[in-house]
């Protein structure tokens, strides 16, 4: 004869299990932003392509780090050389040129200055820009704002189950953090760019970090 087995916790206590599902949130302005930019040239061969690419590109990196971007916060994200093509009807595609391509990401960690090192990119020759998208550098802390707030809205969820019931609240069983912890997903948007606009404006806003509690209660007289 075979027996069911119990779980730990239903093992060895004697009162009513409650579990109760709790989601808070926590919210900063953004202390940090993230962004693409980079250089597309184009030449009837792909090695003068690349040569205007490079040279372009080159004065595009040093006015990054001009801007005080630290070289930690500059990383290459792709290089490209693709020939372009002329289609015409009846007639197999033929090669008109070469389009060259270097693209970086760069993290900008004082955001009072990023309309500012917008600006200095494109007029250094920068013809693709991509972002702003938003975050908070050390979002741990917030997190943790937003899991305290959680408990205290299980904890009171399980107080209102206990009185109603007639019951109190002995103890908590087990707490689990359920569904993750991750930020927003940034809205990433290209922007058409001229270097004869104004400073670019920049609104960071709020971000909003969740946490989601998943604590089982006992009641019991």
């Known amino acids: 004869m075979t027996h069911a087995q119990q779980s730990p916790a239903a093992a060895t206590t004697d009162g009513t299990l409650l579990s109760v599902s709790a989601r808070a949130d926590a919210s900063r302005t953004p202390d940090v932003a993230t962004l693409s930019t980079g250089v597309v040239t184009q030449a009837s061969d792909a090695n003068a392509a690349l040569k205007a690419n490079s040279a372009q590109m080159a004065k595009v990196v040093a006015t990054i780090r001009a801007a005080g971007v630290a070289e930690r916060d500059v990383q290459t994200s792709g290089i490209s050389i693709q020939p372009q093509y002329r289609y015409a009807e009846n007639q197999p595609p033929a090669i008109t ?16 200055k990023l309309g500012e090192v917008l600006d200095a990119l494109v007029a250094s020759g920068a013809n693709q820009v991509h972002g702003p998208s938003f975050e908070i550098d050390q979002p741990e802390a917030v997190y943790d704002e937003a899991r305290q707030a959680a408990l205290k809205q299980a904890q009171a969820r399980a107080e209102m189950y206990a009185q109603s019931l007639g019951l109190r ?18 809205m990433m948007k290209a922007m058409a760019m001229d270097a004869r606009m104004e400073s670019a404006p920049v609104a960071p806003g709020e971000t909003t970090l969740s946490a989601n509690l998943d604590v089982v209660f006992e009641l019991g007289k």
């Open 97 to 112: 040129g070469y389009q060259a391509s270097n693209t970086v990401n760069i993290k900008v960690r004082d955001i009072g």
């Open 169 to 186: 609240v002995r103890r908590i069983v087990s707490i689990s953090e359920g569904g993750g912890f991750q930020p927003p997903v940034p």
